[in-house]
């Protein structure tokens, strides 16, 4: 999943006005802004299968540590407690922001294969609902989460200059190409090359804190 992951977190800016939409990026990409860390770091393990699922030929062959339920929670609430530590927000801000980081785990076993698991335990069972099965199956569900998550942010926050309406399509625009790229283009040469490419992400999250720089709660 990718818009998918994103929508949450422009869906949040709704519940949380006050956190800046580049840390709920951070949030609600917090698994895959980590996975290709540890991926170059040879921790974990991911190699190409062309035609594993109709959507990704990522085989995830080991990925405990970014994609685990239990790793999920723990980095919930360590995200949501630090963030809530040191910007001294209320709990509740937390709260959401820890919600919005074990979404992207629940988003995830919805698409993936049964690849995702449990525990950080080696043997651990693996889930996976294989939306990724379907190719219109995967575009129709993110794209209506993305839209759904975008029309919430947009109501929410309201651009105060020319960059603030302008740095959000593009971005919107950017993350449309990278996933019809994602869904269309030749698969990575290996997964190692994933990892790397994946490493734009955090790209990403800057990008979020930019626009948001530029965008002012409504009637705030
Ligand atoms: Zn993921």
């Not at 519940?15 to 860390?37: K, N, Y």
Request: aromatic letters at 12%; proline letters at 6%; glycine letters at 8%.
């Amino acid at each position: 999943m990718f818009v998918g992951h994103f929508a949450v977190a422009f869906g949040a800016k709704r519940a949380v006005p006050a956190v800046s939409l580049g840390a709920l990026f951070i949030a609600c990409q917090l698994a895959d802004l980590v996975w290709p860390l540890l991926v170059i770091a040879g921790i974990e393990r991911v190699s190409v299968q062309p035609g594993l699922t109709a959507v990704t030929p990522l085989d995830f062959i080991y990925y405990p540590f970014s994609h685990s339920l239990l790793a999920a929670a723990a980095w919930a609430a360590a995200f949501g407690a630090a963030y809530a530590g040191l910007r001294r927000a209320p709990a509740r801000t937390g709260a959401v922001l820890a919600l919005v980081v074990v979404s992207h785990w629940v988003l995830d076993a919805l698409t993936h294969r049964p690849d995702m698991p449990l525990t950080m335990s080696a043997g651990s069972a693996r889930v996976g609902l294989g939306l990724w099965n379907s190719l219109p199956g995967t575009m129709a569900v993110e794209l209506l989460l993305f839209a759904a998550g975008l029309r919430l942010y947009t109501k929410t926050m309201k651009p105060v200059d020319r960059t603030g309406r302008l740095a959000l399509w593009c971005l919107v625009a950017f993350l449309l190409i990278i996933y019809a790229a994602n869904l269309f283009g030749p698969p990575p040469p290996s997964g190692m090359t994933a990892a790397w490419s994946a490493l734009a992400m955090w790209l990403l999250v800057a990008w979020g804190y930019w626009v948001d720089r530029h965008r002012a709660v409504v009637g705030a």
